[in-house]
Structure formats: structure tokens, C-alpha cells
């Protein structure tokens, strides 16, 4: 691998607009990598996010917040004739110009308001991409790029593209017509963007996620008295976690000792925890929470096996971890977990949403010979390290705001 260097000097400054719901956190390293390689070659990045109360200032980029319009009615009629004045008298052009098009695509009088108000942030800006980090924060936005005189680049990811349009159908329709480029994460993502409708002359540059891989490294030798396995995930439905314990039952019911770590946090903690209490597996499963990396990095040391049983996966930044750090990783079909894990050669990749073939794997797992469990963890290390490093992330993401 070779390290970037600064290109300041060979290129003129390019600006690169990033629409995210928030400032990314720590652990959310897709973005802060993009970030870091943007600037170490040149480019200015800004920050638009929706949160309000966001820092105004992330890893040197500008963060421009979203108008709140959200309270008290008199707070709220305020803020939006602040807002009003300048539309009026500040971006007058830019904001009659989003109205035009707006108006052009149909959008009714009143919602159209809206839009130019609470766009306002948006259009203070001169740049020369606006890229949309998540396919639904670019609807009611799809004309923004344009007034910028700006090409609109729009990342879609499994949520986006795969759970979204359920219950919303033809959301993307407008959107697919003014969109200049896309990015995905996967191949399967490409195909389900050309099933909801996009054309193929829109053209789409598959970037998967990358690791610090010199990080995410492990020589320990387990010799682990009890099978040891773990999960990173959100606690969210579509992690397919439920579809977990209940294969872990059937394990249990076979007298095999093991333990279940789940590291991570969220909606649907309540409702696992009571699934794991009725399949009687509450000594054999911990809900860890959300860990700092070094915490995360530590559990993954200590792991035989590593399970994503995901429903839904745009391609999953912690079994690339797991991989990397030599563990025998087992994963769904999900989207991109079948790109992810090379079934056979890197780890094992199962039909979704079938707890007994994950049982049954996971058996058949166990009982490979040593030499054949060291053969899959030293193709999954290599493959990693060769595949899904930050410096091959970073140049991608060059060329895709050069082509």
C-alpha cells in the first residue's frame, strides 16, 4: 500500500458539499475517511447537516447547519421570516430559481415554501459537487444542485435503497432523473437501484467501505474452553438478531457450551432481550452495548466464531474487522454480506432469515480440522489487507469527483 500524499499544489481547489443527517461519529469511519482523503489532496469540504445543534467545525470542514423548525409556533414564525428575508433579499436569484424548478416538477405552492425555506442553508454555497451521503436525504431536494450550478452525487445504501422504497414505492422517480452519479457499497445494491427504475446511462461507482487494517490486527492464540462468539450490530430489526438466538437454541439444545456477545445499541434492545429470555438462553448471551474501538478490537480478540445474520446489509464495516483479525466469520446472503465474505474461501455465507442452516453451520464450522479453519483465516486476513484498505478507499473517491 502507499500512502497519500498532499496535491495541494498540482490542482486547483476543488469544493465538495456532503449532506449527512449529522456530523459523523468516531466509530462511523466511512466518512471521516472520505473526509481526511478529500483534504490530504486538495479538496475544500463542507458540511451540511441536519442536525442543529451540531459542532460548527468537524476534522477542519465548515458544518452548516439545518434551519430548526420544529417547537413553538411563535419560534417557529420567526425563524422562518428570518429565513423569508433571506430568501428575499440575500439569495433572492438562487431561491426564485429553486422555485422555478421546484414549480416545474410539480410540487404545490405551499410545500414548495417550504422547500426554499428550509434550503436556505444550502444556497449560500458555490460548489462543484453536492453529494448526498444517503439516497432519502436527497428527496425534496432533488434541484438543489442545479441552482449551485453544481453536479448532485448521491450515496445509496441497504436502507435506502432496499427498505425505503417499500413503503415509499417510486420515491426515487424524480431523483433518478436529475442525479449525475451514484455511489453504492455493493453490486446488489446496483441491481436493486436498476429495479426501482434508474437508468442505466446514469452512471455508478461501487466504493465499498475500507479499515484501518493496520489497526484491526491479531496474533493472539485462542484456546477458549467454551465457543465464543460475537456480533456488531445496531439492535435493529433488519440485523437479523432474533433469527441468531434462535440457531444459538438449537446449539444449546445440543449440550455445546458457548457464549454469545452482541456489541451495540439500540430501538430494539426491549424486544431481544425477551426473545433471549424465552429460548432460555439468558447465561449464554450478553448485550455488551456500544463499545469505543479498542474495547470493540479487544472483544474480537477473544472470539472463535463471528456471526451477521443480517435481514438487510449494505455491506458491513465490522465483518471486514472480523476478518481482518482472523476470525472464521459466518454472515447471511444479505445484499452485500455475499460480497463481503467470499463463502468457502474467506468465511460462510448462509440463506437469510433460516435459523436452522445457520445451526448447521455453525456445527459444520466446528468441526473443520484446524488445518482447514487456518486455510479460510489467513484468506480472509489477505483478501482484507489487499481489497478493503483506506488508501484504495481514498483514491476511488478522487476519481469519482474527477470523472
Same mark, same amino acid.
Given at each position: 500500500?502507499?500512502?497519500?500524499?498532499?496535491?495541494?499544489?498540482?490542482?486547483?481547489?476543488?469544493?465538495?458539499?456532503?449532506?449527512?443527517?449529522?456530523?459523523?461519529?468516531?466509530?462511523?469511519?466511512?466518512?471521516?475517511?472520505?473526509?481526511?482523503?478529500?483534504?490530504?489532496?486538495?479538496?475544500?469540504?463542507?458540511?451540511?447537516?441536519?442536525?442543529?445543534?451540531?459542532?460548527?467545525?468537524?476534522?477542519?470542514?465548515?458544518?452548516?447547519?439545518?434551519?430548526?423548525?420544529?417547537?413553538?409556533?411563535?419560534?417557529?414564525?420567526?425563524?422562518?421570516?428570518?429565513?423569508?428575508?433571506?430568501?428575499?433579499?440575500?439569495?433572492?436569484?438562487?431561491?426564485?430559481?429553486?422555485?422555478?424548478?421546484?414549480?416545474?416538477?410539480?410540487?404545490?405552492?405551499?410545500?414548495?415554501?417550504?422547500?426554499?425555506?428550509?434550503?436556505?442553508?444550502?444556497?449560500?454555497?458555490?460548489?462543484?459537487?453536492?453529494?448526498?451521503?444517503?439516497?432519502?436525504?436527497?428527496?425534496?431536494?432533488?434541484?438543489?444542485?442545479?441552482?449551485?450550478?453544481?453536479?448532485?452525487?448521491?450515496?445509496?445504501?441497504?436502507?435506502?435503497?432496499?427498505?425505503?422504497?417499500?413503503?415509499?414505492?417510486?420515491?426515487?422517480?424524480?431523483?433518478?432523473?436529475?442525479?449525475?452519479?451514484?455511489?453504492?457499497?455493493?453490486?446488489?445494491?446496483?441491481?436493486?437501484?436498476?429495479?426501482?427504475?434508474?437508468?442505466?446511462?446514469?452512471?455508478?461507482?461501487?466504493?465499498?467501505?475500507?479499515?484501518?487494517?493496520?489497526?484491526?490486527?491479531?496474533?493472539?492464540?485462542?484456546?477458549?474452553?467454551?465457543?465464543?462468539?460475537?456480533?456488531?450490530?445496531?439492535?435493529?430489526? $433488519? %440485523?437479523?438478531?432474533?433469527?441468531? !438466538?434462535?440457531?444459538?437454541?438449537? +446449539?444449546? =439444545? @445440543?449440550?455445546?457450551? &458457548?457464549?454469545?456477545?452482541?456489541?451495540?445499541?439500540?430501538?430494539?434492545?426491549?424486544?431481544?432481550?425477551?426473545?433471549?429470555?424465552?429460548?432460555?438462553?439468558?447465561?449464554?448471551?450478553?448485550?455488551?452495548?456500544?463499545?469505543?474501538?479498542?474495547?470493540?478490537?479487544?472483544?474480537?480478540?477473544?472470539?472463535?466464531?463471528?456471526?451477521?445474520?443480517?435481514?438487510?446489509?449494505?455491506?458491513?464495516?465490522?465483518?471486514?474487522?472480523?476478518?481482518?483479525?482472523?476470525?472464521?466469520?459466518?454472515?447471511?446472503?444479505?445484499?452485500?454480506?455475499?460480497?463481503?465474505?467470499?463463502?468457502?474461501?474467506?468465511?460462510?455465507?448462509?440463506?437469510?432469515?433460516?435459523?436452522?442452516?445457520?445451526?448447521?453451520?455453525?456445527?459444520?464450522?466446528?468441526?473443520?480440522?484446524?488445518?482447514?479453519?487456518?486455510?479460510? $483465516? %489467513?484468506?480472509?486476513?489477505?483478501? !482484507?489487507?489487499?481489497?478493503?484498505? +483506506?488508501? =484504495? @478507499?481514498?483514491?476511488? &473517491?478522487?476519481?469519482?469527483?474527477?470523472?
Amino acid at each position: 500500500m502507499t500512502s497519500l500524499t498532499n496535491k495541494n499544489t498540482s490542482r486547483s481547489q476543488k469544493r465538495v458539499g456532503l449532506v449527512l443527517p449529522n456530523t459523523p461519529a468516531y466509530s462511523e469511519t466511512f466518512f471521516r475517511n472520505k473526509i481526511l482523503g478529500l483534504q490530504q489532496h486538495g479538496y475544500r469540504v463542507i458540511l451540511f447537516v441536519n442536525n442543529p445543534k451540531a459542532k460548527r467545525e468537524y476534522l477542519n470542514c465548515k458544518t452548516v447547519t439545518a434551519p430548526h423548525l420544529q417547537g413553538k409556533f411563535w419560534v417557529v414564525w420567526w425563524r422562518s421570516f428570518l429565513l423569508l428575508l433571506q430568501a428575499v433579499f440575500i439569495r433572492t436569484r438562487k431561491s426564485v430559481r429553486l422555485y422555478q424548478l421546484n414549480q416545474q416538477d410539480g410540487v404545490g405552492f405551499v410545500e414548495n415554501i417550504k422547500s426554499v425555506l428550509s434550503n436556505q442553508f444550502l444556497l449560500g454555497y458555490h460548489l462543484d459537487w453536492l453529494h448526498f451521503g444517503f439516497g432519502t436525504m436527497a428527496l425534496g431536494r432533488e434541484n438543489i444542485a442545479k441552482v449551485l450550478g453544481a453536479k448532485m452525487a448521491v450515496s445509496f445504501r441497504g436502507f435506502d435503497i432496499g427498505i425505503y422504497p417499500i413503503k415509499y414505492p417510486n420515491c426515487y422517480n424524480l431523483l433518478f432523473r436529475k442525479v449525475d452519479k451514484i455511489h453504492v457499497i455493493s453490486d446488489d445494491l446496483t441491481n436493486l437501484l436498476y429495479k426501482k427504475g434508474l437508468s442505466k446511462n446514469v452512471k455508478i461507482s461501487k466504493i465499498t467501505p475500507a479499515i484501518d487494517t493496520d489497526f484491526f490486527v491479531s496474533n493472539a492464540k485462542l484456546e477458549n474452553a467454551v465457543l465464543q462468539l460475537t456480533t456488531i450490530a445496531r439492535l435493529h430489526w $433488519k %440485523k437479523g438478531l432474533e433469527y441468531t !438466538v434462535e440457531a444459538l437454541a438449537m +446449539l444449546k =439444545k @445440543q449440550n455445546i457450551p &458457548f457464549h454469545y456477545a452482541v456489541l451495540g445499541d439500540g430501538e430494539e434492545k426491549e424486544r431481544l432481550q425477551f426473545a433471549i429470555h424465552q429460548l432460555g438462553l439468558t447465561e449464554q448471551v450478553s448485550l455488551l452495548g456500544k463499545l469505543p474501538p479498542e474495547e470493540v478490537k479487544r472483544e474480537l480478540e477473544t472470539t472463535d466464531v463471528y456471526l451477521q445474520y443480517s435481514i438487510q446489509e449494505g455491506f458491513c464495516n465490522a465483518v471486514l474487522e472480523a476478518q481482518a483479525m482472523g476470525l472464521l466469520c459466518i454472515v447471511s446472503n444479505a445484499e452485500g454480506l455475499s460480497e463481503n465474505v467470499l463463502d468457502g474461501q474467506t468465511g460462510f455465507v448462509v440463506p437469510k432469515q433460516n435459523p436452522k442452516l445457520l445451526f448447521e453451520k455453525l456445527l459444520e464450522v466446528m468441526h473443520l480440522s484446524e488445518s482447514e479453519k487456518e486455510t479460510i $483465516k %489467513k484468506q480472509a486476513v489477505q483478501r !482484507v489487507r489487499e481489497e478493503f484498505h +483506506l488508501e =484504495k @478507499q481514498q483514491r476511488e &473517491f478522487l476519481k469519482f469527483y474527477e470523472t
